[in-house]
């Protein structure tokens, strides 16, 4: 019997993970396939994108990963990479609010209070805020909704203040997004589920996430989050290594998805054609109406809006920095129009990133109503993120060097209406184009871990069709 492909378009973490599975399913049931992989640029890893510059390990992308979620540690575990995990320094965060720096009140999850003293204990709030706030275990469980934005919801259950000026910059910051127009259910509907249960916020993240009592082990030391020695690149170069000879095809992009009997046709935009028995689409949404163009139902996915941001990497000699505070970092509370979203002190969150004796500072830029900062030169949008930290700390000269990444219209958003959306999509292709799937950030989850686990079930879907 002669070998058939199964493509994988993309070569970000959704495709490289999904081609991993693909590949050792394959060789371990001695099945008549092999993967092809085609990048239409010249690298693999999407957005993973690690620099290395005069000692300091620069992450231009993600910075890191969630250690509570399945699929990283078993890809982890797999690659056998235990030994060049990291983890990183916890300490004190931060929420910049009226030109100053707050302490992240202790008693919260993901921004969202959790006990009173989250809400008694900071100056975020004014008393009005506090009293707002604290009335929302007293409110009545809204009536059961399957989608509404978790601004909506939020703003119901908090108030105003406590969602522009905690919940928001945690929850919104995440995604890049506007917190009115997110879909809580695409996003967050943990908090909706604890709301019906307990017919409270506070009450049911105390249920489910109850305070260490007297005599409970210590956890270990490190936090939650994790990276390799050498940068989170070094998951790609590794999934790379396990792909067969072969399989990847980079600096080329496929123009055209093309039905042929039972199997399907890519053409390349080499001119090439190539047979698939069943094809993964793991680009971002915005490229698949293109491929898929003689199928109207493909351009509802141009409903997903995409937007741009960046962040702009400093290297200091310390004694250029004054910043006494002990933490990783801060949130900018949604309010003004200062231009950052976020500062993440690098070299406090990561020590191992930078040199003995130096300071380096990742500052994030973009909000969806927010998108004139692309139109600056790097040198403008370095001088104006500086310009915005100068408010919470003394910085006595010009950084030793920047590094600034745009992302262009590369944060797909999770507006109200997005899954009911992307499950018509999926409802038509899989009527229409039976084998052919589209799997990554835009639909199922931005984070890596998500985008790993979509990959992996994409896999696994590839191969029960083929096997049909």
Not at 5 to 15: A, M
Not at 270 to 295: C, F, R, W
Not at 431 to 440: F, H, K, N, P, R
Request: charged share 25%; proline share 4%.
């Amino acid at each position: 019997m002669s070998t058939r492909n199964i493509l994988i378009i993309g070569g970000g973490i959704t495709g490289l993970s999904a081609a991993f599975y693909l590949q050792k399913e394959i060789q371990r049931l001695n099945l008549p396939y092999q993967v092809k992989l085609i990048e239409a640029s010249e690298r693999l890893g999407g957005k993973i994108r690690t620099m290395k510059r005069d000692g300091y390990t620069i992450e231009q992308g993600p910075d890191s990963l969630l250690s509570r979620k399945p699929a990283i540690m078993e890809l982890t575990k797999e690659l056998g990479l235990q030994q060049e995990m990291i983890f990183n320094e916890t300490g004190q965060s931060y929420i910049l609010a009226d030109s100053k720096l707050h302490k992240m009140p202790a008693g919260t999850f993901m921004g969202v209070p959790k006990e009173e003293r989250a809400i008694l204990e900071t100056e975020i709030f004014t008393e009005e805020g506090k009293k707002r706030a604290l009335a929302e275990p007293a409110i009545e469980k809204g009536e059961q909704a399957e989608e509404q934005s978790l601004g909506r919801f939020m703003r119901r259950r908090f108030g105003d203040e406590a969602v522009n000026r905690l919940i928001s910059p945690m929850l919104s910051g995440i995604h890049s997004g506007d917190i009115d127009e997110m879909s809580l259910m695409a996003t967050y509907p943990l908090f909706y589920q604890l709301e019906q249960k307990y017919g409270s916020v506070m009450a049911g993240l105390q249920a489910s996430f109850p305070p260490a009592q007297a005599g409970d082990k210590p956890k270990k030391a490190g936090g939650m989050f994790f990276s390799f020695k050498e940068g989170l690149e070094t998951l790609i170069y590794h999934l790379e290594e396990e792909l067969a000879d072969g399989t990847i095809l980079l600096e080329t992009a496929v123009e055209q998805i093309e039905k042929k009997g039972q199997s399907y046709e890519a053409v390349l935009n080499n001119g090439d054609k190539l047979e698939a028995a069943a094809v993964i689409i793991a680009t971002q949404h915005t490229a698949v109406p293109a491929m898929l163009s003689g199928y109207p139902f493909a351009k509802e996915l141009e409903q997903i809006p995409a937007i741009s941001t960046a962040n702009v990497v400093m290297a200091f000699d310390e004694a250029a920095i004054e910043n006494e505070l002990e933490g990783t970092g801060f949130q900018v509370a949604r309010e003004g129009e200062i231009e950052m979203t976020a500062c993440t002190w690098t070299n406090k969150k990561w020590p191992t990133t930078t040199p003995e004796g130096k300071v380096l500072l990742r500052v994030y830029v973009g909000q969806p109503h927010k998108q004139e900062f692309m139109e600056l030169t790097d040198d403008e949008l370095t001088a104006s993120v500086l310009e915005d930290l100068q408010q919470v700390m003394t910085i006595k000269s010009d950084p030793e060097f920047a590094v600034v990444t745009r992302w262009k219209n590369a944060r797909p958003q999770y507006n109200v209406g997005h899954n009911e959306l992307v499950a018509r999509v999926r409802e038509q292709l899989a009527s229409e184009l039976a084998g052919v799937q589209i799997a990554g950030s835009s639909y199922d989850g931005a984070g890596i871990p998500d985008c790993i686990a979509n990959g992996k079930e994409a896999a696994i879907e590839a191969l029960k069709y083929v096997k049909q």
